[in-house]
Every structure is written in structure tokens, then in C-alpha cells.
């Protein structure tokens, strides 16, 4: 019989697999070592094959292991992602296994040890592993060095002698018994109880629309026992890295910690190996991690739910760069299991599959445990008097502080890192920009001196003595940063305990444990941050949560800026007033937008009706479906104006758009194509050398 083998190698001829004769049935998804050219290699079975003409075709030498690695639903699932996403196969299976060796992801065999029998012996190291072994029915020898610090000359003589007996393994015996897990189900209310049985009764992807601290995690948790139950697994998808921390503990107290896993771009490649091969081989029943956690190894999947649904970080920004939610529908078909999205903020595009019944819709209308929603004041930047406080109000100040006399706390949002939003020249007012993105370099603090980032491509930069433009001496920081807000509190309230929470402070989940603690805990009365502390945190004695300036972002040339900064502002309003009642500040410069007054008084169903109606006006996702290529290297904007002119001579009934793009200083163009079947341009242009995004979140 002939396979299509994808083979480990790197060569892009070979990217979409190659055919191989087998004289025995290799599973789907079994890991296989084939001849190519000179050398042996990895590769995974895809399916058949067909002939593929008079040729003498090289035979697999071996299966690696008698169980496939990916499910049949896998694999048709990486075929998707190759068809849909315009990629190679190759590019479509790196987000389902990890990176080579895969040989390193089947089980392992390990040695247990088990003592037959209690003897007195000499050696004080032997004496100590009979010690250690008479209270445990059998150990491994990684736990026997671990807890002991012998070495495995200490063990042989006592083999030996038979004083102990050694058994080969594997760390995922195929016969372990599956554990039994003693569920405590979450008490629902009757909106949650309503919206769990919406979600039970539908065929169909359900979008689970509930205010912010409605308790959308208790309805998670009920659904995750439910699967738990008829013996299914759950993926539990979150936005950012950080809130695995926001999460796990809910779900390990729920399951147990062994049946919980996290997966996540931020473990080291063993870590990444270790949890891989629990998920498939082990018996874990939820795994809660990022995007990149959709593609966990589950064998039997019931449900996947996708919390805070809107996000844009579920879009993946390197090939393959497919959207979890796509890519999410596609995997629950083929596994015949339920989707969820939840969000207090839903997506343009879940919001319009729920008024075409693509997806059912399930609402939550109030807050958990009879709690209000907060007070929203709106602060009008233009009428106020900073001087040496820019960008704190009078308002906010006085909000502050009268939550230090309640011992309350406050958490402030500042969408800007750093000390300053930028360096600027006092003579001739230019900003020091960064060459490569030609955006103003944002300033940051190290010690007593300062340094330049371009937070787009991550260069940093000295200060210069002089101004770039004019040579004057005359440079200064401009704007805020979450450095100098920190600054500005500190003086402002000395006996105040602060957090910072932006990139610079939260590198890993294990920072943001230790501060999620720190503030269920009253250790910290105020928590400044930027994105991080918008989303997904249920901290109970949060009164007051406050918005420094709430128009970053809100006019860049992008289609979906609007939608950004409402789904912005309405998820910090949710951090507010959870357990007690809360207040909420929006300091602007338009208090007047829509995204600002709509969000203050809570009417994201207002904002979401009148948005979709511009973009249907103006011909936008989800009224359309959009492509964007992206040319780098040689000749960027030569190779996007040839297509551009070529696809406006050859395609009718399309929208079709060049320029360079905002952050790639000029070495980086797109071309822009829009409309009902914007794939059907592909076919009459080159894209070599071109990357091809399909439903691009990211358009300046």
C-alpha cells in the first residue's frame, strides 16, 4: 500500500509530503523513519496515496511506535489549515506537533524499583534506598536520585542480591487505570442555568454573552465536569499567556491537579515535550493554555471554550496564521464536539454568526451573586489643569485616595509602557523616531539613566545628546508611561503599596501568580499596568478602576479601532466592584466618541448594532471576507504595486488596495483585496516570497 509521509526534513519541494510503500497498515498519525536521499528521517503518516506514475518507490523502514501521535481528526484538521490558510503542510503541522525530534514525544521506558525484602547492609547509600523503599510500594529510579542523590552504582548490588527488584516500563503504561474524580459542581444561578441549558441543547457553535462578572468561568466549569463525566476532554482557550495563572488554580481545586495540563508558548521545548506527552498519553482531562492550546493532543475531545472570545491574540500573526476560533469550529466538527465563546465584549464577526444562526447565543444579562454593575464617571482631559500630574485628574486622585481610607484597592490602566510615549525636541518639536518601524521610540527607565524601545520591532536604542533634526540640546521626554505614572503615585501617596504590571514587570505566568496573590491577599492597595490587568482578573476588593487616557489607539487608520477601544474600556469597567460597589473613571479627550459614552453606561449591544451597520456601509468584515499580503526584502514596494496593478486588470467586483504598512517604515507593503471570494484573486499572481494572510485582524 502507498502512504503520504511528511517527513521532518526542511526543504520546501518536499513540504506537502512525499509517497511511500508500506507492507504493513501504519495507522493516520503513527510517527514512521523513511529513507530520503542519503539519510533516515522522522515523518508522520497522513493518509494514502495515490500512484503517482512509473516509479520506484522507497518503502518505510519502521513505525516508531504502534499508536498514532494525532487522531484522524488531526490530521484532516492540518489539511484545513494547509487549504484555508494558504500554506504548506508542513507550515500547518508545526502548530500540532511540537519541533523535532518527535521520536522524543513517544513514551519512555523507565525503571521501578520494589523491595522484596528488608536487609541490613553496609553501605550507607544502599542502606538508605531500603529505607526509602520500605515505606512505598515501588518508586522510579528518577525519584529514588531525586529524594536520595544516589547514583545507580549504589542500586546494582542490590539487584544483585535480590534484596530489590527492577522493572522496565513505560511511563504511560497503555493498561493504567483511568482515576476516578470526585466533582464538586459549581452552584449555578438561573441565568447561568439558562444559558447552560442553550448551550447543552445546541447542535451548533454557541456564543455565550455575559456582562463582565456574570460568571461565564462558573458555566465553564459545570460544562468541563460534563465532560469530565462521559469520559471527554475540555480545551480551555484564554487570550494572553499570563491568565493561565488568572485560571488554573479554579480548574485544578475543580479536577485535581493531575488532570489538568497547560500548554503554552512561554514553557521551554522539555517542558513543552513533558506536558505533550501527559496530554496524549496520560490522563488528563482539561487542558487550559493560549491559542497554541487548541492543537493539544487530546484523543477524545467533547468541548473547547474560548474565553474572551473577541480577543485579538487568538489571531496568529506567523504562518500558518490561522484564527482559534476558525480553526476551533473546524476541530470540534471533526471530533463531533462542542464549541463555546465566551465574551462580555463579543466580536463583530460571533455577533453576526448569531443574527444568521450560524451560532446559537446564550446571555447572562446580570452580574453573579446580585452584585451591580459600577458606577462610570467620564473626565474630559481637555478641562483639566495637570501641571506637574499629567495624566491624573483631580477625580482620580481623590478616588484613590479614598480608597486607601476604605483599605479598598484600585487598579489604573495606561495602554503605554515606559517613562515617556516619546522623546521630543523643544525647538524644532520633532519626535526621535525609530529607523525601522519610523514610529517614535517610547522612553524607559533602567536605575538613573534612560534608554529608547521601538516596542514594534523590539530595537532599542541610546538617547541621543543631540536632536537628530536640528542638533539642538534642547530634548526632552513627552507624554506618560507606566515608569512615570508609578513615579506620580509614589509621591502622590508615599505609604501606598504599588503594582506595576506591563511587559517590562510580567515576563512569566509565575510573576503574574505571585501578583495575582499579592492582591487577593491586600498585600497591594493599587495595580497600575497596561494591557494585562484589563482582562479576565476577579480580584473582590477592587473599588475603583480607572482609565489614565482612554484615546490611545482609538484613530489609527484601522477598521476595527472602534471596536478595540469599547471591548477596551468595557472589560476595565468589569474589574470594578465584583464583591462591593464599585466606580469606574474614563479619562478622555472625546468624551463624546461613541466607544466612551456607550461603554460608560454599559450598552455593548447598541455599540456592536451601530458598528456592524458602518461596516456594512462601508463593505468591511464581516460584511466581507479580506486577504492581505505582505511583502519584506527585496523590492517591497515594486513587488506589491505589480500585483496591485495586475489584480486591478484581471478582477472584477473585488476592493483592492497598496500601501506600506504603518510600523514597517517603509520596508514593509500590503495589498489589501476584499470582497465576497477575495481568495479567487490568488490564482493570477505569484506568490512566492509573498505572505498571504486570510481574515487579517492586523491592517495598518
Not at 452 to 481: F, K, M, W, Y
Not at 541 to 561: K, Y
Not at 582 to 599: A, D, H, N, Y
Request: charged letters at 25%; one cysteine or more.
Amino acid at each position: 500500500m502507498l502512504l503520504t509521509v511528511l517527513t521532518a526534513a526542511k526543504s520546501p519541494g518536499i513540504s506537502g509530503g512525499l509517497s511511500y510503500e508500506a507492507d504493513n497498515d501504519i495507522a493516520d498519525g503513527c510517527i514512521v523513519r523513511v529513507p530520503l536521499r542519503n539519510k533516515s528521517v522522522e515523518g508522520v503518516v497522513l493518509g494514502s496515496s495515490k500512484p503517482v506514475g512509473d516509479f520506484d518507490l522507497k518503502k518505510i523502514q519502521e513505525s516508531l511506535y504502534d499508536q498514532p501521535l494525532l487522531t484522524q481528526a488531526h490530521i484532516r484538521t492540518v489539511q484545513w489549515v494547509s487549504e484555508y490558510y494558504c500554506c504548506s503542510l508542513r507550515q500547518a503541522m508545526r502548530v500540532f506537533l511540537p519541533s523535532p525530534p518527535w521520536e522524543a514525544l513517544l513514551p519512555k521506558k523507565i525503571s521501578k524499583y520494589t523491595l522484596l525484602k528488608k536487609e541490613e547492609v553496609r553501605g550507607a547509600k544502599q542502606q538508605s534506598i531500603i529505607e526509602y523503599l520500605s515505606h512505598k510500594d515501588s518508586a522510579t529510579w528518577d525519584e529514588i536520585r531525586t529524594e536520595l542523590g544516589v547514583s545507580r552504582a549504589a542500586i546494582k548490588p542490590l539487584i544483585e542480591k535480590e534484596i530489590l527488584s527492577e522493572i522496565r516500563e513505560s511511563e504511560y503504561p497503555p493498561d493504567a487505570p483511568v482515576s476516578e474524580i470526585d466533582i464538586t459542581h459549581p452552584v449555578l444561578s438561573d441565568q447561568q442555568k439558562e444559558a447552560y441549558k442553550i448551550i447543552n441543547e445546541s447542535d451548533k457553535p454557541t456564543l455565550l454573552f455575559g456582562v463582565t462578572g456574570s460568571g461565564k468561568t462558573e458555566v465553564y466549569a459545570q460544562l468541563i465536569a460534563d465532560a469530565v463525566k462521559v469520559g471527554k476532554q475540555s480545551i480551555l482557550l484564554v487570550p494572553e499567556i499570563l491568565l493561565t495563572e488568572a485560571n488554573i488554580n479554579r480548574f485544578t481545586d475543580l479536577l485535581g491537579k493531575d488532570a489538568v495540563a497547560m500548554l503554552h508558548s512561554r514553557l521551554t521545548p522539555a517542558q513543552k515535550r513533558d506536558e505533550w506527552k501527559r496530554i496524549r498519553f496520560g490522563d488528563v482531562k482539561l487542558v487550559i493554555g493560549s491559542r497554541s492550546a487548541l492543537f493539544a493532543p487530546v484523543t477524545n475531545l467533547g468541548l473547547v471554550i474560548i474565553d474572551e472570545e473577541h480577543e485579538w491574540t487568538y489571531k496568529n500573526e506567523q504562518t500558518p496564521r490561522y484564527h482559534a476560533r476558525e480553526t476551533a469550529e473546524v476541530l470540534c466538527k471533526e471530533f463531533g464536539a462542542k464549541l463555546l465563546l465566551g465574551t462580555a465584549t463579543p466580536s463583530l464577526e460571533a455577533w453576526s454568526r448569531t443574527i444568521s444562526g450560524r451560532y446559537s447565543l446564550a446571555r447572562i444579562d446580570d452580574r453573579y451573586g446580585d452584585a451591580q454593575m459600577p458606577l462610570v464617571k467620564v473626565v474630559d482631559l481637555a478641562q483639566v489643569k495637570f501641571g506637574e500630574s499629567y495624566p491624573f485628574s483631580n477625580t482620580v486622585f481623590d478616588a484613590i485616595e479614598e480608597r486607601l481610607k476604605k483599605g479598598e484597592q484600585s487598579i489604573l490602566f495606561l495602554n503605554r509602557r515606559g517613562v515617556a510615549t516619546s522623546m521630543m525636541c523643544l525647538d524644532c518639536r520633532r519626535r526621535v523616531v525609530s529607523p525601522d518601524s519610523n514610529l517614535p521610540f517610547t522612553v524607559h527607565r533602567k536605575g538613573e539613566s534612560m534608554y529608547l524601545q521601538d516596542h514594534t520591532t523590539g530595537a532599542i536604542a541610546e538617547v541621543p545628546s543631540v536632536c537628530p533634526g536640528c542638533e539642538s540640546v534642547n530634548l526632552r521626554p513627552i507624554g506618560a508611561g507606566t515608569q512615570r505614572v508609578e513615579d506620580i503615585i509614589t509621591r502622590k501617596f508615599p505609604n501606598a503599596r504599588i503594582l506595576r504590571a506591563d511587559a517590562d514587570t510580567l515576563k512569566s505566568p509565575e510573576q503574574m501568580r505571585l501578583m495575582l496573590k499579592k492582591m487577593l491577599e491586600n498585600q497591594a492597595d493599587i495595580l497600575l499596568g497596561t494591557q494585562s490587568v484589563v482582562k479576565g482578573l476577579d480580584l473582590p476588593n477592587v473599588t475603583l478602576a480607572a482609565v489614565l487616557v482612554a484615546d490611545v489607539g482609538m484613530s489609527l487608520p484601522h477598521f476595527r479601532a472602534g471596536e478595540r477601544t469599547f471591548q477596551l474600556l468595557t472589560q476595565l469597567t468589569g474589574r470594578s466592584g465584583r464583591k462591593k460597589p464599585g466606580e469606574v473613571i474614563i479619562q478622555t479627550f472625546r468624551p463624546e466618541s461613541p466607544e466612551v459614552k456607550l461603554s460608560a453606561m454599559h450598552k455593548t449591544e447598541e455599540f456592536i448594532t451601530k458598528e456592524l451597520q458602518m461596516r456594512q456601509i462601508a463593505g468591511y468584515p464581516p460584511e466581507s471576507n479580506m486577504i492581505r499580503l505582505i511583502y519584506r526584502g527585496i523590492e517591497p514596494k515594486r513587488r506589491a504595486e505589480e500585483h496591485y496593478t495586475l489584480l486591478r486588470s484581471k478582477v472584477e467586483d473585488l476592493a483592492i488596495g497598496c500601501a506600506p504598512t504603518l510600523f514597517g517604515g517603509g520596508k514593509e507593503w500590503h495589498v489589501f483585496i476584499r470582497g465576497a471570494n477575495p481568495k479567487s484573486a490568488l490564482e493570477h499572481i505569484d506568490l512566492s516570497d509573498t505572505v498571504v494572510d486570510i481574515d487579517p485582524l492586523d491592517c495598518v
